[in-house]
């Protein structure tokens, strides 16, 4: 159970120093999840802890490693925290290579619980992105292919412009993701939108070959010459 302990100082076991200092005894909260729970083998992922109990004001830590992807090495890292608040936010450091890496978190950076298990990916390769346009008002089921596009990530998302959408793994080298309509505002006319995918919601890979999804005003037909013909083609 929390309890809050006062800390002296004795230099001959009998006289003790003043003023006391205070130490806190807090249970270990266990972790109930991650978001994301995946991110690319060269870190810099943020991740939040959602823990079991409030976050007290502590010396958080996680911890990445004791096997897989870390190669048995232990990486402890500071964790910031918000006050009344049971989430807790590390970043990862870099792996050696993709799989699953134990992480672990402590109130003094020390004595650790849980662990929680984050995977690490290796970064997606992609070839381009079919079709490359579609129309202003949105709904282009656009098709991305490259390598390293499903498995570990856990927030797969297409980016068009600055909107997000949810994109459906077809295997391993395709995702695919509807493009949404310009947004409004936009200048008339065909629209360039940059075009990137994520695994987890945070780093971004662009997908397009020529780096952008463009949308275009449906075109009108005027005139049809002519207007009839023989059924032989």
Same mark, same amino acid.
């Given at each position: 159970? =929390?309890?809050?302990?006062?800390?002296?100082?004795?230099?001959?076991?009998?006289?003790?120093?003043?003023?006391?200092?205070?130490?806190?005894?807090?249970?270990?909260?266990?972790?109930?999840?991650?978001?994301?729970?995946?991110?690319?083998?060269?870190?810099?992922?943020?991740?939040?802890?959602?823990?079991?109990?409030?976050?007290?004001?502590?010396?958080?830590?996680?911890?990445?490693?004791?096997?897989?992807?870390?190669?048995?090495?232990?990486?402890?890292?500071?964790?910031?925290?918000?006050?009344?608040?049971?989430?807790?936010?590390?970043?990862?450091?870099?792996?050696?290579?993709?799989?699953?890496?134990?992480?672990?978190?402590?109130?003094?950076?020390?004595?650790?619980?849980?662990?929680?298990?984050?995977?690490?990916?290796?970064?997606?390769?992609?070839?381009?992105?079919?079709?490359?346009?579609?129309?202003? =008002?949105?709904?282009?089921?656009?098709?991305?292919?490259?390598?390293?596009?499903?498995?570990?990530?856990?927030?797969?998302?297409?980016?068009?412009?600055?909107?997000?959408?949810?994109?459906?793994?077809?295997?391993?080298?395709?995702?695919?993701?509807?493009?949404?309509?310009?947004?409004?505002?936009?200048?008339?006319?065909?629209?360039?939108?940059?075009?990137?995918?994520?695994?987890?919601?945070?780093?971004?890979?662009?997908?397009?070959?020529?780096?952008?999804?463009?949308?275009?005003?449906?075109?009108?037909?005027?005139?049809?010459?002519?207007?009839?013909?023989?059924?032989?083609?």
């Amino acid at each position: 159970a =929390a309890a809050d302990e006062l800390l002296l100082l004795t230099l001959n076991g009998q006289q003790y120093e003043a003023p006391p200092l205070n130490y806190s005894v807090r249970d270990q909260p266990t972790i109930l999840g991650l978001s994301p729970s995946s991110g690319p083998a060269a870190g810099g992922t943020a991740i939040s802890l959602t823990l079991s109990s409030r976050a007290a004001a502590a010396d958080h830590h996680c911890r990445f490693g004791g096997g897989g992807a870390l190669d048995d090495d232990v990486d402890v890292t500071a964790a910031d925290h918000a006050n009344a608040s049971n989430i807790v936010v590390c970043v990862s450091p870099p792996a050696s290579e993709g799989g699953a890496s134990e992480l672990a978190h402590s109130l003094n950076g020390q004595q650790f619980g849980g662990p929680s298990v984050f995977t690490y990916y290796a970064p997606p390769q992609t070839d381009g992105a079919v079709p490359a346009s579609g129309p202003r =008002a949105g709904g282009t089921n656009v098709t991305v292919t490259g390598a390293g596009l499903g498995g570990a990530g856990s927030h797969v998302l297409c980016r068009f412009g600055e909107e997000l959408i949810n994109a459906s793994r077809v295997d391993e080298s395709t995702l695919r993701c509807f493009a949404p309509a310009a947004p409004g505002g936009a200048p008339a006319g065909d629209l360039a939108r940059p075009l990137a995918l994520t695994l987890n919601g945070q780093q971004f890979t662009e997908a397009a070959a020529d780096g952008a999804f463009v949308q275009y005003e449906p075109p009108q037909i005027s005139t049809l010459y002519p207007v009839s013909g023989p059924a032989t083609g």
